[in-house]
């Protein structure tokens, strides 16, 4: 018998509950779930005693600034359907419906990470058929490179378990199993694979060594689909992301075909022993609150074998989110500096830590040749009408500062066209790791030597912003004047200049240095 959940009311700070057993219960706001919690992992005892029944699951962050207005609040477990809760409740003021959405209107709930995005279950017949039409498009596309991709984690539980996409997740997961037994090789190979997609004019964003995301454009809305790499080795099975458990290749090979929305998709020959590893055993069982607990030692490994580094991605993730409807801000004195170097040297710039690109927009419209670099390319997309509308020279692409091979890469490529360049790099410095400041040290080095070159920083100390009082919590690595000064020097820069900067609002040191 399952051990009692009484759920008391709903309010400001969360739901109290009354919980002797551990269970997935979803919130739900005018009948639509916006979020799921369990009852003990996720909550917070409000007794004396820390195993106290009574307790209290706290609103997710992302979701306090839509609590105003009334709405009816239902808490009903997810897996049996039991209703806990029902009832219209009120939030601040009182006033009007409370609606969870971005603002294109799209209904947003939690997904698997916690996040607060458009899930599935808000979208309509349409958008789940563009969907499938890009994933049969993408597994086409991956078929031709010589793979056998299928569908995988919450797309295969999906097809397997209900037919459908889950309306709790809002991607779409694709993955392969190489028959390549070294990492080494595993890794060749999907970089081999990205060059032939890229030659079929697919827009890719690689995450590590064996995994990458695929964008497909239909409309107005742009999806990424992640390509999960994975192999067999001494019979165990890696799959990025999670995966690493003894296996059977006969249980992945050959692959067979599972029903998604009446589609056909590719599956691994017992998709059931796949969602045993991946899920557990209960995984026939809803739990949108699901959360991966991988074995130190297959993250370990696959950290040692395919990762490489993305200090705080998480963070520019969010900030390009919260963003993207924000009017682009000015241009800054640093941009209109470089603009002056650039006009009497005949050069063209290159913007790396371009963020939402408002002084590379401005350096282009200035007549300038610009490429505009960023870690979260997302963020610069919206640039592509200017682009087109105005015939602006300006390029956009990514970099990667803490990926060896990336910026070695994209070096080497532009180290082949020697000319005069201007490096602009604001609050680029201090929002990286060591090794990319290295590395961009590096890039500037192999960018800049060929010609007339100039490289153009800001920074700020974190030691004086924490003085101060003004959050660091953006800042990834510690630089300071003496640090810039022997990071650029070592990398071959002449001249090298660091003035402090009046007029700013938190303190700024500019550098330049010449090649």
Known sequence: MARPIRVHRVDADGVRLLALGDRPLDLRIDGRRVWTFWSLRDTDPRGKASRS?????????????????????????????????????????????????????????????????????????????????????????????????????????????????????????????????????????????????????????????????????????????????????????????????????????????????????????????????????????????????????????????????????????????????????????????????????????FDVGAGRGADSLWLARQGLRVTAYDYVLGSLRHLDGPIAEEGLDLQVRHLNLTDRREVLAEGARVARDPRPRVVLARHLLDATSYEGQQFFARFCSMALRGGSGVVLAEFSPRQELSARGIDTEWMVGRITRKNVAKLFEAAGAKNVEIERVTGQRRPVLRARGEW
Do not use: C
């Open 53 to 349: 029944p009574l307790r209290l699951a706290p609103w997710p962050r992302q979701m306090l600034k839509f609590l105003d207005g009334r709405a009816r609040i239902q808490v009903v477990e997810s897996a049996s359907g039991t209703v806990h809760f029902d009832a219209d409740v009120s939030f601040g003021s009182g006033q009007g419906q409370i609606l969870v959405q971005n603002e294109e209107g799209v209904d947003l709930g939690t997904d698997k990470t916690g996040n607060l995005v458009p899930t599935f279950e808000g979208r309509s017949d349409e958008d789940i058929a563009d969907l499938l039409d890009a994933t049969e498009s993408v597994l086409a596309a991956l078929r031709s490179t010589g793979i056998e991709p299928f569908i995988a984690y919450g797309t295969l539980l999906g097809a397997v378990r209900e037919g459908k996409v889950l309306g709790h997740d809002s991607d779409a997961d694709l993955g392969y199993v190489s028959r390549h037994t070294n990492p080494v090789d595993v890794s060749l190979e999907s970089y081999r694979i990205q060059r032939t997609l890229a030659e079929q004019g697919w827009e890719i964003t690689r995450y590590s060594g064996a995994a990458f995301k695929i964008s497909v454009t239909e409309g107005e809305m742009t999806r990424g689909l992640d390509v999960f790499g994975g192999f067999m080795d001494s019979g165990r099975l890696y799959l990025m992301g999670e995966i690493g458990v003894d296996f059977r290749e006969e249980w992945v090979f050959p692959l067979t075909t599972a029903t998604l929305h009446g589609r056909e998709m590719p599956v691994p020959h017992r998709a059931d022993k796949l969602l045993d590893v991946t899920y557990g055993e209960n995984w026939r069982v809803p739990d949108p609150a699901f959360k991966f607990t991988t074995p130190s030692r297959t993250t370990r490994a696959l950290n040692e074998w395919f990762r490489g580094n993305q200090p705080n991605i998480r963070h520019w993730q969010r900030q390009v989110a919260g963003n993207r409807t924000r009017p682009l801000r000015e241009k800054s004195p640093l941009a209109e500096l470089a603009a002056q170097e650039a006009t009497a040297r005949g050069a063209e710039v």
